[in-house]
C-alpha cells in the first residue's frame, strides 16, 4: 500500500509525469503524423496517429525527435526483444533504410524468401510457401504465370490501394534506373506482351532477402517505396499504426469522422477511404 502511495505521488509530480511519459514512448506507444500522400487513400496527410511499438517486438529506444538510441543495439537487429516480423499485407512503421531518423509508414507487400514483380501498374508475388499455398489462400482468377512460374496477381484488396491513370510512373522509373537508383531489376516476361520498355524489360522484380521487408505505399503511383530503394530489414521496423487521435485536411479543417478510428477500421471500411487529389511527385 505505502509502494502504491509512493508511485501515486511521483506520477504526479514533474519528473514523474515525464519519466512515464518518455517509458509510454520508448517501449509501448508513440505518436507519429502522415507527412506525405503515399499511403492515400487509406492513411491520409495530415493524420496524427499512435504507432503500437510492440507488434513486431519491442524497438531500441530512441530520443524522440533528436532520434538518438539510449542503449546499444546488443543483438544487432534493432531490438531489445525480437518478436515475429511484418506478415504480407500489414502497415508498417519503420525507419527510412537510408536516413534512420526518418519514420515511413508503408504496407508490407513481400517477406524474406518472395519474389515482387511489378509491370504496367500491376503488382505480382511469388509467394516463399510455394505452389501449393498460393493455390490454397488465392482463388484461381488472382493466380498468374509468368516465366513458367506462379504468382498472386494483386493479392491486397484493400479499398485504398489504388494506382493514377493520369500518372505515367515509368517515366519516374527510368529517370531512377539512368542515375542506378532503381531497386528492381528489368526482365522479361512473354505473358506480359510485347512492348519492351527503354530499360530493357516489360516488368521489373526482385528477390526479398531472408529477413527483409519489400514495402509499397497504397498510392501505388505516387510512393517512393522499396522499387526505388530496395527491402526493409527487420532492424529497421519499428511496429504499426494503431488509431488516428487528430486529422486535418490542406485546408485545416479537421476530419472529426477520422480521430479516434483504428488504423484498421481506416483501411477496411469504405466510409473512411477518402480520395484526395494527388501531386505529381513521388512520396
Not at 163 to 169: Q, S
Not at 170 to 193: C, K
Not at 204 to 224: I, K, W
Request: hydrophobic share 40%; proline share 5%.
Amino acid at each position: 500500500m505505502n509502494f502504491l502511495k509512493k508511485l501515486y505521488h511521483f506520477s504526479n509530480s514533474w519528473v514523474g509525469t515525464i519519466i512515464i511519459v518518455l517509458l509510454v514512448i520508448f517501449f509501448f506507444m508513440q505518436p507519429f503524423v502522415i507527412p506525405s500522400g503515399s499511403m492515400k487513400n487509406t492513411l491520409l496527410v495530415g493524420d496524427f496517429l499512435f504507432a503500437k511499438k510492440f507488434s513486431y517486438g519491442i524497438p531500441i529506444p530512441h530520443i524522440p525527435w533528436a532520434e538518438i538510441p539510449i542503449l546499444p543495439d546488443f543483438n544487432k537487429d534493432g531490438h531489445l526483444f525480437k518478436g515475429e516480423g511484418p506478415q504480407r499485407g500489414d502497415i508498417v512503421v519503420f525507419r527510412n533504410p537510408r536516413n534512420e531518423k526518418i519514420h515511413f509508414v508503408k504496407r508490407c507487400v513481400g517477406m524474406g524468401g518472395d519474389k515482387v514483380v511489378y509491370a504496367n501498374k500491376t503488382l505480382y508475388v511469388r509467394m516463399h510457401e510455394g505452389d501449393d499455398f498460393m493455390r490454397a489462400h488465392y482463388k484461381k482468377e488472382d493466380l498468374a504465370i509468368l516465366g513458367s512460374e506462379l504468382y498472386v496477381k494483386e493479392p491486397y484488396k484493400q479499398k485504398g490501394i489504388h494506382y493514377d491513370d493520369k500518372k505515367d510512373i515509368e517515366e519516374d522509373i527510368l529517370r531512377y534506373i539512368n542515375i542506378q537508383d532503381f531497386a528492381m531489376n528489368p526482365v522479361y516476361f512473354e505473358e506480359l506482351g510485347n512492348q519492351i520498355s527503354p530499360a530493357g524489360g516489360n516488368a521489373y522484380e526482385f528477390d526479398v532477402p531472408e529477413n527483409e521487408y519489400f514495402m509499397m505505399g497504397d498510392n501505388r503511383d505516387h510512393s517512393f517505396d522499396s522499387r526505388f530503394w530496395g527491402s526493409v530489414p527487420y532492424k529497421f521496423i519499428v511496429g504499426a499504426p494503431w488509431f488516428v487521435y487528430f486529422s486535418v485536411d490542406k485546408n485545416y479543417n479537421v476530419r472529426w469522422q477520422r480521430i479516434g478510428r483504428l488504423s484498421d477500421t481506416l483501411e477496411n471500411d469504405e466510409k473512411y477511404i477518402l480520395e484526395e487529389d494527388d501531386e505529381d511527385s513521388l512520396s
